[in-house]
């Protein structure tokens, strides 16, 4: 997807990132490997084969995402190991990440904290609600409900701490991995996640969104992720009204 890489990944092989549709985890891995310029390409899985091999054999809990490196003859999963990964490996200007030297000790692991809060607070979270909001056999008022004051919550805790320390991101002046990890969940929001949120309520939060939405890599990567979440919709969609006419008939 990159146009414009930087000289030293010019003699890189394509990285391949695996994924399915508008699912968020996978687009963490894309915008990262997209802001550091590094050559890489989408290869989408079937929901029937996430449970079998080959691919389980790549991601041996049989979901997305799941990164192959050619250059150093590694396949990773899980996103965060993977992102730990490009940015320990591939980071070597320190675009996306504070050193671990004595100037910056303290900020290197303030952001690995956040890190870790998007993977266990934002993530599994954002995710419930969107399994208990549509896929769940039962509906499940209470869950909804559950669920989407964690995105509150979490929402909350993000702007809270913004505003506290006045910085344009989440730790300083500098917009790291861990900010970027935030932006697919959030993108989803709207769109089928919680559109009965209004993230822009939380004023210092959205400030701080915007400006990662804004940012060349992000921009180009949540396009495509737009353009393949529109399509799910409309299938989704589709497939509901198939589904209505055909009991209809049988009515």
């Known amino acids: 997807m990159n146009s ?7 003699d890189l092989k394509p990285f391949e990132l695996y994924y399915r549709g508008p699912s968020p985890n996978p687009w963490k891995v894309a915008i990262v490997l997209e ?3 590094l050559p ?5 899985v079937q929901a029937d084969e996430l449970k079998k091999e080959p691919y389980l054999s790549l991601n041996p809990n049989g979901r997305v995402p799941a990164l192959v490196d050619p250059n150093k003859s590694i396949t990773l999963w899980e996103s965060g190991a993977i992102i730990d990964y490009l940015i320990a490996e591939y980071d070597a200007s320190a675009k996306l ?48 409900e559950r669920y989407a004051n964690e ?12 505003a506290k320390h006045g910085t344009p991101f989440l730790v ?5 991995y861990a900010d970027l990890m935030f932006v697919p969940y959030y993108k989803s929001v709207p769109f089928v996640i919680a559109p009965e949120i209004d993230l822009a309520e939380y004023r210092t939060f959205y400030a701080w969104l915007e400006r990662l939405y804004a940012r060349p890599a992000v921009a180009q990567v949540m396009g495509e992720w737009e353009r393949q979440m529109v399509a799910a919709l409309a299938t989704r969609k589709s497939q509901k009204e198939e589904a209505a006419a055909t009991a209809g008939k049988t009515e």
């Open 4 to 10: 414009s890489r930087p000289a030293m990944s010019e």
């Open 35 to 37: 802001e550091l310029g």
């Open 40 to 44: 890489w390409k989408f290869v989408e």
């Open 97 to 144: 990440h504070y050193p671990r030297t004595a100037a910056t000790l303290v900020p290197s692991y303030q952001t690995r904290c956040w890190e870790h809060f998007q993977m266990s607070g934002q993530g599994p979270y954002f995710g419930q609600k969107n399994w208990f909001s549509y896929a769940h056999p039962e509906k499940l008022p209470s869950a909804i």
């Open 151 to 162: 995105i509150r919550r979490v929402t909350g805790v993000l702007d809270a701490h913004l």
């Open 172 to 176: 300083g002046d500098r917009a790291t």
